[in-house]
């Protein structure tokens, strides 16, 4: 894309077409962050992590592209708000704990669904990943299974792992149901890897990551 300054209809089309290709790349960088836990388990080794870091190679050039063109037509007032959203949106918002709100407040029918059949014993949860989900309730795993989530120092009083992200060996990060509000700083087994209760979502529901990890 070559930076000029000019008007008529030609230099008015790759303006156009470079806020196109910026908006595009832009959507693809948000989107690959809000669901990083997702595609890394998803597409293992190919997915989430790279996808994360690859997508702002394009979003960083047709940003700086967009932003030469719009400075070499004077156009002060776009840049400065079009610099503003890109690092609003690039470095200030933190993707991964948006997710975590915002998949629970669009399913919440199903989070309730499924502590409910928690609360009646009507969830399979038998193997070491658990068991399948109702066909209608997958899409709130990762691997559309449900398994359980046993406290580390009294493996009786387990709670219900909806896991997001899962560990090439082992290890998990997500939505949990612990009808008995756990202690603080009390510790799970999530797939052979440490967990713990970082963020209180509601009705039950907490975010469990990794001992020290970003909640």
């Known amino acids: 894309m070559r930076l ?18 910026t908006a595009i790349t832009w959507t693809v960088m948000v989107l690959s962050h809000f669901y990083a836990m997702r595609l890394d ?27 030469g063109d719009m400075l070499l037509r004077r156009k002060w007032a776009a840049s400065g708000l ?3 959203m890109m690092v609003s949106l690039g470095a200030l918002v933190h993707w991964p704990g948006f997710y975590v709100w915002t998949f629970f ?7 309730a669904t499924v502590a409910e059949l928690a609360d ?16 209608g309730l997958w899409h709130l795993s ?3 299974r449900a398994a359980k989530l046993p406290a580390l120092e009294d493996e009786t009083r387990a709670g219900v792992l ?9 290890g998990a990060v997500g939505y949990a149901y612990l009808p008995v509000p756990p202690a603080k700083g009390e510790l799970f087994d999530g797939f052979g ?10 009705s039950g529901w907490y975010w469990v990551t990794r001992t020290g990890g970003v909640c």
Request: one cysteine or more; charged letters at 10%.
């Open 4 to 21: 000029t300054r000019g008007t008529g209809t030609g230099t008015d089309t790759n303006y156009h077409a470079m806020v196109r290709h």
């Open 41 to 67: 388990t998803t597409v293992p080794l190919l997915g989430g992590l790279s996808a994360w870091w690859l997508s702002w190679i394009p979003a960083g050039l047709t940003a700086l592209a967009l932003l």
């Open 82 to 84: 079009a610099l503003t």
């Open 105 to 111: 407040v669009q399913n919440r029918p199903g989070f």
């Open 120 to 135: 009646t014993q009507r969830l399979d949860l038998d193997g070491y990943y658990g068991g399948k989900l109702p066909f």
């Open 142 to 144: 990762v691997n559309t």
């Open 162 to 170: 909806l896991p997001q992200w899962i560990g090439f060996l082992d």
């Open 193 to 202: 890897d440490t967990v713990q209760a970082c963020r209180s979502l509601g």
